[in-house]
């Protein structure tokens, strides 16, 4: 296999590469499963984020709401938070480095319910992502 | 160098994840927060970046409208229209939620006139999404 | 009397039975043709301001087809039988001799067939066909008048026929456009001469709105509307992209015939410019002439001022077309 010609139209395809953005690939526990109450959340990431501008938080979702948008809302709304540990349900401590991959430690004995995974990255070309999951603790 | 070319192989999806629909000079690069498809019974994300001759404009240059039909678009049907912001993320983008019932393929159609005359041509863009199963 | 919203069911079992009736053939002149013509235009006269060719025995032609109004009512959906609303609104009938797609959907050839769609729609008229001979014929006095023009009793042809004789009466083309027209330039303002060249120039309102008449008798999609429940043309043809189109009305005397487009949904033509001027909705069906025009305040001002000079104001005044003298009854 002559490799060269395709390794240069790979390289050309992969050129946008460059520019999109950093994506999550697994979740654990997994977005809409539900489990007993775990002691940690676990991320992969596309590619090698850098810890240092990502931030990431685990809250519950307030009773009676559900679903993707809400989920988004909360996000919106706390991602940025500072001092809100008191109402999270993690104890992640900010980090240094690169990862592509991160477990956040959650508090013990997590009451039933939905709980939000929520995600600020930042990708190699600058921009962040944000994003979130939920799972539900029985 | 196989080492490389596997590696590239291995990150091209990635790369061609978002995709961009012309019309004239206009491009509209689109997204969806369900792996650029649509969940059924759950809202959905969907959002658009705007080029015009392959510069990014800001989502004010353009009076946009995003609709989403069912299936393919007809006169005969309301469209669901989409409430747009500006992208959380990234400010040059617009994004609105939209939520589908029932799976099956439905049709984005974004159509835009300058907000400034002559800045571009008014354009339709239409971008097909199909429903995803299991999506959370 | 064509704002009716006839199924196409019926349209088409009507236009058959018509047809085979002898109805819908007479080729469509500006004038009376002969005295006989002019004999039943006075009568049709008669009949267009009868109420009683209604259910309710209070809805005439005259009711929806005002002439102060340049033979519009005003409002926004027409009112027929016992109040109830139509679904379109009333089109002018100046000059309606000329057209030859007549209803929103353009559904009717003729003036004659066109008479019965309004005639029996339970928004309009709602009168069947055996009711409305019926109480022409219970009528001594119009028994007499079909008599004397047409020689025969009250028959559903013979009232057609004198409706549309009477409609074909009522035909202007003394506007401020026309008579700039005809030279004399000092017809219409300066504003409406560069509202003119705005016209057939950059916002190409003459691609629709052509000829004398200012329509081109065909079907379209304004983009008014994102979605429009009333399918229009597509409700004869049942063809997709014919959903949401209706016939280009004319714009002759338009400044009296408020509000605006088939569901009147328009108040004014300040409105309409504005709508054109924006580009529109994305409707499926969009005409591709529809696109933002960009029309500065003062080109509307000026393309404003020029539909105000197609309006020829003596049309709801001119006597010919108001109602009739008093009824002379056989002693």
């Given at each position: 296999?002559?490799?060269?010609?395709?390794?240069?139209?790979?390289?050309?395809?992969?050129?946008?590469?460059?520019?999109?953005?950093?994506?999550?690939?697994?979740?654990?526990?997994?977005?809409?499963?539900?489990?007993?109450?775990?002691?940690?959340v676990?991320?992969?990431?596309?590619?090698?984020?850098?810890?240092?501008?990502?931030?990431?938080?685990?809250?519950?979702?307030?009773a009676?709401?559900?679903?993707?948008?809400?989920?988004?809302?909360?996000t919106?709304?706390?991602?940025?938070?500072?001092?809100?540990?008191?109402?999270?349900?993690?104890?992640?401590?900010?980090?240094?480095?690169?990862?592509?991959?991160?477990?956040?430690?959650?508090?013990p004995?997590?009451?039933?319910?939905?709980?939000?995974?929520?995600w600020?990255?930042?990708?190699?070309?600058?921009?962040?992502?944000?994003?979130?999951?939920?799972?539900?603790?029985? | 160098?196989?080492?490389?070319?596997s590696?590239?192989?291995?990150?091209?999806?990635?790369?061609?994840?978002?995709?961009?629909?012309s019309?004239?000079?206009?491009?509209?690069?689109?997204?969806?927060?369900?792996?650029?498809?649509?969940?059924?019974?759950?809202?959905?994300?969907?959002?658009?970046?705007?080029?015009?001759?392959?510069?990014?404009?800001?989502?004010?240059?353009?009076?946009?409208?995003?609709?989403?039909?069912?299936?393919?678009?007809?006169?005969r049907?309301?469209?669901?229209?989409?409430?747009?912001?500006?992208?959380f993320?990234?400010?040059?983008?617009?994004?609105?939620?939209?939520?589908?019932?029932?799976?099956?393929?439905?049709?984005?159609?974004?159509?835009?006139?300058?907000?400034?005359?002559?800045?571009?041509?008014?354009?339709?863009?239409?971008?097909?999404?199909?429903?995803?199963?299991?999506?959370? | 009397?064509?704002?009716?919203?006839?199924?196409?069911?019926?349209?088409?079992?009507?236009?058959?039975?018509?047809?085979?009736?002898?109805?819908?053939?007479?080729?469509?002149?500006?004038?009376?043709?002969?005295?006989?013509?002019?004999?039943?235009?006075?009568l049709?006269?008669?009949?267009?301001?009868?109420?009683?060719?209604?259910?309710?025995?209070?809805?005439?032609?005259?009711?929806?087809?005002?002439?102060?109004?340049?033979?519009?009512?005003?409002?926004?959906?027409?009112?027929?039988?016992?109040?109830?609303?139509?679904?379109?609104?009333?089109?002018?009938?100046?000059?309606?001799?000329?057209?030859?797609?007549?209803?929103?959907?353009?559904?009717?050839?003729?003036?004659?067939?066109?008479a019965?769609?309004?005639?029996?729609?339970?928004?309009?008229?709602?009168?069947?066909?055996?009711?409305?001979?019926?109480?022409?014929?219970?009528?001594?006095?119009?028994v007499?008048?079909?008599?004397?023009?047409f020689?025969?009793?009250?028959?559903?042809?013979?009232?057609?026929?004198?409706?549309?004789?009477f409609?074909?009466?009522?035909?202007?083309?003394?506007?401020?456009?026309?008579?700039?027209?005809?030279?004399?330039?000092?017809?219409?303002?300066?504003?409406?001469?560069?509202?003119?060249?705005?016209?057939?120039?950059?916002?190409?309102?003459?691609?629709?709105?052509?000829?004398?008449?200012?329509?081109?008798?065909?079907?379209?999609?304004?983009?008014?509307?994102?979605?429009?429940?009333?399918?229009?043309?597509?409700?004869?043809?049942?063809?997709?992209?014919?959903?949401?189109?209706?016939?280009?009305?004319?714009?002759?005397?338009?400044?009296?015939?408020?509000?605006?487009?088939?569901?009147?949904?328009?108040?004014?033509?300040?409105?309409?410019?504005?709508?054109?001027?924006?580009?529109?909705?994305?409707?499926?069906?969009?005409?591709?002439?529809?696109?933002?025009?960009?029309?500065?305040?003062?080109?509307?001002?000026d393309?404003?001022a020029?539909?105000?000079a197609?309006?020829?104001?003596?049309?709801?005044?001119?006597?010919?077309?108001?109602?009739?003298?008093?009824?002379?009854?056989?002693?």
């Amino acid at each position: 296999m002559n490799i060269k010609p395709a390794l240069a139209l790979l390289i050309a395809l992969s050129l946008p590469l460059a520019a999109a953005h950093t994506a999550v690939t697994d979740l654990q526990p997994a977005a809409g499963s539900v489990v007993k109450a775990p002691s940690s959340v676990t991320l992969r990431f596309s590619e090698s984020v850098n810890l240092r501008y990502s931030i990431f938080k685990v809250y519950p979702l307030p009773a009676g709401q559900s679903g993707q948008r809400a989920a988004a809302e909360l996000t919106r709304r706390v991602i940025a938070l500072r001092g809100d540990e008191a109402a999270r349900a993690d104890r992640y401590r900010p980090r240094t480095g690169q990862s592509q991959g991160v477990t956040v430690p959650l508090k013990p004995g997590l009451k039933p319910g939905q709980y939000v995974v929520m995600w600020r990255l930042m990708s190699a070309d600058g921009h962040p992502v944000t994003g979130q999951s939920v799972f539900g603790v029985r | 160098m196989k080492r490389t070319l596997s590696l590239l192989l291995a990150l091209l999806p990635a790369a061609a994840a978002h995709e961009v629909v012309s019309y004239g000079t206009v491009s509209a690069e689109f997204h969806t927060d369900a792996g650029e498809g649509l969940r059924t019974g759950d809202d959905t994300l969907v959002g658009y970046r705007l080029t015009v001759a392959g510069k990014v404009i800001a989502p004010e240059a353009c009076r946009c409208q995003l609709l989403l039909y069912p299936g393919k678009p007809s006169a005969r049907v309301m469209p669901h229209v989409i409430e747009l912001s500006p992208g959380f993320d990234d400010p040059q983008a617009a994004e609105g939620w939209v939520k589908v019932e029932a799976p099956g393929t439905y049709t984005l159609v974004l159509a835009g006139k300058p907000a400034h005359p002559g800045a571009f041509d008014p354009f339709r863009i239409e971008h097909v999404l199909n429903t995803k199963e299991n999506t959370p | 009397m064509q704002k009716t919203a006839f199924s196409a069911k019926t349209l088409f079992l009507t236009s058959a039975l018509a047809l085979l009736a002898g109805l819908g053939l007479s080729s469509v002149s500006a004038q009376p043709a002969d005295l006989s013509e002019s004999r039943r235009a006075e009568l049709g006269r008669e009949l267009f301001y009868a109420p009683l060719l209604s259910s309710d025995g209070a809805v005439s032609c005259a009711s929806c087809h005002q002439q102060v109004r340049a033979f519009t009512d005003g409002r926004r959906l027409s009112l027929g039988a016992f109040g109830r609303e139509g679904v379109r609104n009333a089109p002018s009938l100046v000059n309606v001799a000329a057209r030859t797609r007549l209803f929103w959907h353009g559904g009717s050839p003729s003036l004659e067939l066109q008479a019965l769609g309004p005639l029996s729609d339970p928004n309009e008229h709602d009168f069947r066909p055996e009711q409305t001979v019926q109480a022409l014929r219970d009528d001594p006095y119009f028994v007499r008048r079909f008599r004397e023009v047409f020689g025969a009793e009250p028959s559903l042809i013979t009232l057609t026929q004198a409706l549309a004789a009477f409609e074909r009466t009522i035909v202007s083309y003394n506007s401020p456009f026309d008579r700039y027209s005809a030279g004399d330039a000092s017809a219409m303002t300066e504003s409406a001469v560069r509202g003119m060249d705005i016209f057939y120039g950059k916002a190409e309102c003459f691609h629709c709105h052509v000829g004398r008449h200012f329509s081109d008798n065909r079907s379209h999609n304004n983009a008014f509307l994102l979605f429009n429940p009333d399918i229009g043309v597509a409700q004869l043809t049942d063809a997709e992209e014919d959903v949401g189109k209706f016939i280009t009305p004319t714009l002759r005397n338009v400044a009296l015939t408020a509000p605006y487009m088939h569901a009147g949904q328009v108040p004014t033509l300040e409105a309409v410019i504005d709508h054109y001027s924006e580009g529109g909705q994305p409707n499926p069906n969009a005409d591709p002439l529809i696109r933002p025009l960009d029309l500065s305040e003062a080109e509307q001002a000026d393309l404003l001022a020029f539909l105000h000079a197609l309006t020829d104001e003596t049309v709801a005044t001119n006597p010919a077309w108001g109602p009739p003298p008093p009824r002379m009854e056989t002693p």
